[in-house]
């Protein structure tokens, strides 16, 4: 098997590719959003206690 | 198990650093199993006589579609008991899952529609399997918007714990639906009795992306979880010490 027939996926590139791309995205987007959200929320907890708690 | 207190880890600044500690345990088998099993359904499993590689979209399906309706019957559960025994890691747990259910519900529906368009013909029917999932989805949506809309905390931990119990209802009849109604989706691909349907390394990808799928869900759902517990309990002392902060000393006199 060659990698352009491997990428053609019998002609089904673009349901299949298109698939994991999805996959991808969401599963990654929630990663990079949950470790921003950790980034924020430490900041800020942080400083409000730097700042005599609230 | 004797000897270690369970009841001391259902206080939140208890399970807020056991659940640090816990999160590389399942993510990073979680991502080794992604790779393996996708070598496997790529590399490993033949092509589909009736499907050819479009039935390789199911390693992400299957596993996406069962572990959104697993995720929604856990939720309801934490929901319940964070209701029944004013439990309130409980309720963040439930609420900690909602968002990575409605996640892969999202993520089966669409994964469904890319492998329906070139093996059905079409991107969607209103077929019972379908549309019992697509309520699964407007399910998780209606709790997490439900809970998002209420300020009091504890309110809103109950409110969604009503709506996650009533809607439980749906799960069995998602499962169920490929027996009970003439439906255009496939029966169940995965069966616990008898022979399995298909061929022994296309069931070994599928099952190894099931298992990374759960192992992901546990680590994002105590990464989230931990966030939660931080954002609830902020004016509390031990969190501000949990972010990294040198606890406030209190001052002795002058």
Not at chain 2, 71 to 87: D, E, K, P, Q, S
Not at chain 2, 158 to 169: C, D, K, S, T
Not at chain 2, 241 to 248: D, F, L, T, V
């Amino acid at each position: 098997m060659n990698w352009s027939e491997f990428f053609s996926m019998g002609g089904y590139a673009f349901y299949v590719w298109g698939s994991y791309l999805v996959t991808l995205l969401l599963m990654g987007g929630e990663v990079v959003l949950l470790l921003r959200r950790r980034k924020l929320l430490r900041h800020r907890t942080r400083s409000s206690s730097e700042a005599g708690g609230k | 198990m004797a000897g270690i207190n369970w009841y001391k880890y259902a206080s939140p600044a208890n399970f807020y650093p056991l659940a640090g500690k816990m999160i590389p345990w399942f993510a990073i088998p979680a991502a080794i199993l992604f790779v393996v099993g996708l070598y496997v359904g790529f590399f490993v499993a033949p092509t589909d006589f009736q499907q050819g590689d479009a039935y390789r979209i199911i390693f992400i399906h299957v596993p996406a579609a069962w572990i959104g309706m697993m995720l929604y019957v856990l939720m309801a559960i934490y929901a319940a008991i964070g209701w029944a025994f004013n439990a309130r890691l409980s309720s963040m747990m439930a609420s900690a899952i909602s968002i990575t259910g409605a996640m892969f519900t999202f993520l089966s529906l669409v994964t469904g529609s890319m492998w329906g368009k070139p093996t059905w013909g079409t991107w969607w029917v209103w077929d019972a399997r379908l549309t019992s999932t697509l309520i699964l989805l407007f399910l998780y949506i209606g709790f997490i918007s439900l809970q998002a809309s209420i300020d009091d905390p504890r309110r809103a931990d109950r409110a969604g714990a009503v709506l996650a119990i009533v809607g439980v209802i749906n799960v069995p009849i998602i499962y169920f639906s490929v027996q009970w109604w003439n439906t255009l989706h496939q029966g169940a691909t995965i069966r616990l009795l008898g022979k399995p349907t298909m061929a022994p390394p296309m069931l070994a990808a599928m099952l190894i992306m099931l298992a990374a799928c759960w192992l992901y869900s546990i680590a994002v759902v105590l990464a989230r979880l931990r966030c939660t517990i931080l954002e609830r309990e902020q004016s509390a002392a031990w969190a501000a010490e949990a972010a990294g902060s040198p606890a406030r000393q209190p001052s002795w006199g002058a």
